[in-house]
Structure formats: C-alpha cells, structure tokens
C-alpha cells in the first residue's frame, strides 16, 4: 500500500515541479536561437484538452455503467 501511495505522491510532484518550473520560463513561442532555451517542457493547452476528453469519457462510462 505504500508503494502505491508513493508512487501517487511521486507523480503529483513531478507534476507540480514541472508547472513551476514551466510557469517561470517563458510561455511564448520562442524563435531563433532562443528556441531550445526558452521553450516549456509540457505543453498546457494540449494537456488540459486531454484532461478535459478523460473526464468525460470517464463521466460518460459511469453513467453508461451506473444506468444498468
């Protein structure tokens, strides 16, 4: 049981680690030679609509579920 909450909070970490660290670099498309300095590890809006598509497809199956 610990290993899995370990490897929960591990992810959840990663995850706050990399939206500050993202938050503090530039969220403009960088161009030139600035490119491969400035750019953001995750891209935000692409994360959120994946998010987004999950919960519903995770709202929809449990209704789909829940209605039998």
């Known amino acids: 049981m610990r290993m899995f909450v370990g490897m929960i909070l ?3 970490l990663l995850t706050a680690g990399i939206y ?4 503090s670099s530039t969220s403009t498309v960088a161009n030139g030679e600035a490119a ?3 750019r953001t590890i995750v ?5 959120a609509s994946e998010w987004n598509g ?3 497809r ?4 449990w209704v789909k579920l829940s209605s039998k």
């Open 43 to 47: 891209n935000w809006d692409v994360a």
């Open 58 to 61: 995770a709202q929809d199956g």
């Open 36 to 38: 491969s300095v400035n």
């Open 10 to 12: 591990g992810a959840l």
């Open 20 to 23: 500050v660290y993202d938050s």
């Open 54 to 56: 999950l919960k519903t």
